[in-house]
Nanobody, 121 residues
C-alpha cells in the first residue's frame, strides 16, 4: 500500500509564502504527481502536476506565476512552493500519486490526508 504524506501547511498573511512537502512510501519518480485543493463548500480542484520522467510542470491558471511544483528524486520528495498567497487560496491541499499514465484528477490512486493552508487578509 502506497502511503503519501503532506506537510508544511499553516496560517499565513495575504502576500506571504508557504512550501508544502509531499513524501511517499515508494519511489515517487515512477509516478505522476499532482497537488489538489479543496475549500469548504467547494469542489476539489487541481493545482499543479508533473508527469514521471518529464521536467515540465502544469499549473492551473489561477496559480500560474505564483505556485511552483517540483520534484527532488534524490530525497524522494515533491514540493509546492506557494508565493503571493491570497485569501482565496485557503483550502486543504492534497498530494496525490498516480501509477496510471496521464491520469485525470479522478484517476490518481494514492492520496495524502491533506494539509490545511489558511491565508488571512
Amino acid at each position: 500500500q502506497v502511503q503519501v504524506v503532506e506537510s508544511g501547511g499553516g496560517l499565513v498573511q495575504s502576500g506571504g509564502s508557504l512550501r508544502l512537502s509531499c513524501a511517499a512510501s515508494v519511489s515517487l519518480d515512477g509516478y505522476d504527481i499532482g497537488w489538489f485543493r479543496q475549500a469548504p463548500g467547494k469542489e476539489r480542484e487541481g493545482v499543479a502536476m508533473m508527469r514521471r520522467g518529464d521536467p515540465a510542470t502544469h499549473s492551473a491558471d489561477f496559480v500560474k506565476g505564483r505556485f511552483t511544483i517540483s520534484r527532488d528524486n534524490v530525497r524522494n520528495m515533491v514540493y509546492l512552493q506557494m508565493n503571493s498567497l491570497k485569501p482565496e487560496d485557503t483550502a486543504v491541499y492534497y498530494c496525490a500519486a498516480a501509477q496510471r499514465l496521464a491520469p485525470t484528477a479522478d484517476e490518481y490512486e494514492y492520496w495524502g490526508q491533506g494539509t490545511q493552508v489558511t491565508v488571512s487578509s
